[in-house]
């Protein structure tokens, strides 16, 4: 779940509502940049950019759920989200996207030396489309973060944006 720009009560609005689907489809629910508000909807874990809380303190709030690390294109960075025992790490962006602006660019180079670094979850982030994804997961990335692509399509409505990624 990510949204930036809500006050705290409107994402506990939306996350109630959000984790119910996330149940019901058997998906796990993962809450951006905030493990307080991952704490209080219950989530199955945070996903922890930068300069959000570090992990540390993450795993403080949250316990034993799921934190993954955005690592942006830096094998340094990996290493230190796995030392730190990081359930997942996310790279990118890999491809250009309106969804935020885009200070690090990733390339399959990178998919391939995280591998090499880890056997934890390696997630593609940034300008995912049902034209590039398979590239990706062709090339040791084990998951997608696809947000452009499904909420600001101007082709496919949500559901069916996903359908075009099947």
């Keep these: ?34 493990p307080i508000l991952a704490k209080k909807l219950n989530a199955d874990g945070c996903h922890l ?5 570090n992990i ?13 690390i955005t690592c942006h294109n830096s094998i340094k960075l990996a290493k230190e989200a796995v030392k730190n025992k990081a359930n997942y790490i996310a790279f990118g962006a890999f491809f250009p996207t309106k969804t935020k602006k885009v200070k690090y660019k990733s390339n399959i180079k990178t998919l391939n030396k995280a591998q090499k670094l880890t056997n934890i979850p390696i997630v593609a982030i940034g300008g995912i489309t049902n034209e590039n994804y ?6 040791n990335a084990n998951f997608l973060a696809i947000s452009g692509y499904i909420w600001n399509n101007k082709k496919y409505k949500p559901t069916e944006a996903i359908e075009s990624l099947i």
Excluded: P
Aim: aromatic share 8%; with cysteine; proline share 0%.
């Design 134 to 139: 398979k590239k990706l997961l062709l090339n």
């Design 56 to 68: 540390k303190e993450a795993k403080k709030i949250i316990g034993n759920k799921i934190i993954g």
């Design 49 to 53: 950019g930068q300069k959000d809380t």
């Design 1 to 34: 779940m990510r949204f930036k720009k809500y006050s705290f009560e409107k994402k506990i609005f939306l996350g109630k509502k959000i984790k119910h689907l996330c149940k019901k489809n058997n998906v796990k629910f993962i809450v951006n940049d905030d």
